[in-house]
């Protein structure tokens, strides 16, 4: 069976953490090529994941002349998302581009217009729907288990726990903070259980009240005080043309012991669900309150510690399998794009102190 030719562009952490473990899971792809600004970062990926042959570029717009590349990964900065995609998918390629779609709205337009216009496939590095409990939440949602779900939580909360590497602070880089971080796994996760896209209004909070504080207790050791330029934690209240209500929590650093990330809670006319705890799903059954964990993952069963495969090497397969074989993505940029339209709102609502009205 001849194998899909890969090129990544953008090899530091998230490639090396997860794209290309994942890939290397797969028997019907070969990465072929890598690209990095730093030269070195893009030799040590040909070394550890490459084929045979297997090439090193520091320009990606070289790595795209490539015409036996069928597809690529761009794990970059969020800056230069849409750039490098709409290059990409021009370049008759197939592209995975690692979350959020692009820094801004209009440009995550243009990465969704590229591929249409190209009819090349484009998905976007959701891999927290890959997950058994969201799998499974998401799949009773649609079985109509919860009814009308009319009020939803978003959480990405962490109490001290700022990445301080890379240019995850930096606002021209990035766009933003633990928001479009975090917190955009967590609206991701939201809305599709919820299957609403349609956004009525959208209103924002956005703080940066511990960021200049020098003993931090965090995570990763103490950050750069001016170097530190996002939030350090975004709030969204969103309403839905249906009348639902969706509440986004996000932080890399808040005084609080309430913490959990890539979450969600629904409230709906049946039952309710939250993964505060594991997945929990409850209702009335027999005029009684009760609350339902669903066994995940062999649980329960001695001796097996279940087959279930990383979400990372599940997203890989579902894109590839997507490509040889015209199945659905799980992941279409429409969706992805109406994230990265409201993370903007609650920017633009924190900003100017207004409703933002969709």
């Known amino acids: 069976m001849k194998k899909i030719r890969i090129g990544i562009i953008g090899c530091g952490g ?13 028997d019907n792809v070969e990465m072929v090529a890598f690209c ?14 490459g084929v045979k042959g297997a090439k090193a570029y520091v320009d990606y717009k070289e790595l795209l002349k490539d015409q036996s590349i069928q597809a690529v990964h761009i794990c970059t900065p969020n800056k230069s998302h849409a750039e490098i995609t709409v290059a ?50 998401y799949k009773a949602c649609q079985r109509g288990d ?9 959480h990405a909360i962490r109490r ?38 349609k956004v009525k209004s959208v209103k924002g909070s956005v703080y940066r009240k511990l960021a200049d504080q020098t003993q931090t207790g965090n995570a990763w050791g103490d950050w750069d005080t001016k170097a530190y330029t996002v939030e350090d934690s975004a709030f969204g209240f969103i309403t839905m043309e249906n009348g639902a209500t969706i509440f986004l929590e996000s932080s890399w650093a ?20 939250d993964m505060k705890d594991g997945l929990r799903i409850n209702k009335v059954d027999f005029n009684e309150l009760t609350t339902v964990k669903p066994s995940l993952g062999g649980e329960g069963v001695a001796f097996y510690e279940g087959t279930a495969e990383e979400p990372e090497v599940t997203e890989a397969k579902t894109f590839y399998n997507a490509i040889i074989n015209g199945t659905d993505l799980t992941v279409k940029p429409e969706e992805a794009l109406v994230v990265t339209e409201i993370l903007e709102a609650i920017y633009e609502s924190a900003k100017t102190g207004k409703t933002i009205e969709f």
Request: hydrophobic share 40%; with cysteine; charged share 25%.
């Open 254 to 273: 808040l005084n609080t012991l309430e913490v959990g990330e890539a979450q969600t809670t629904l409230c709906g006319t049946k039952a309710g669900a």
């Open 14 to 26: 998230i490639a090396n953490n997860k794209h290309m473990p994942a890939l290397l899971e797969l």
């Open 36 to 49: 990095d600004i730093d030269e070195a970062k893009a030799q040590k990926a040909v070394k550890e994941f």
């Open 146 to 154: 919860l009814g009308e779900i009319y009020m939803a939580k978003a």
């Open 160 to 197: 001290r726990a700022v990445p301080t590497w890379g240019v995850f602070l930096n606002e021209e880089e990035q766009g933003g903070g633990p928001l479009i971080d975090i917190g955009t796994h967590a609206l991701d996760l939201t809305l599709w259980t919820m299957d609403n896209y």
């Open 88 to 137: 990409s998918l021009e370049s008759d390629k197939h592209v995975m581009c690692e979350k959020p779609m692009a820094k801004t709205a209009k440009e995550a337009r243009t990465m969704l217009e590229a591929a249409r216009k190209t009819g090349k496939l484009l998905t976007i590095g959701y891999q927290n729907r890959y997950r058994e409990d969201s799998q499974y939440l």
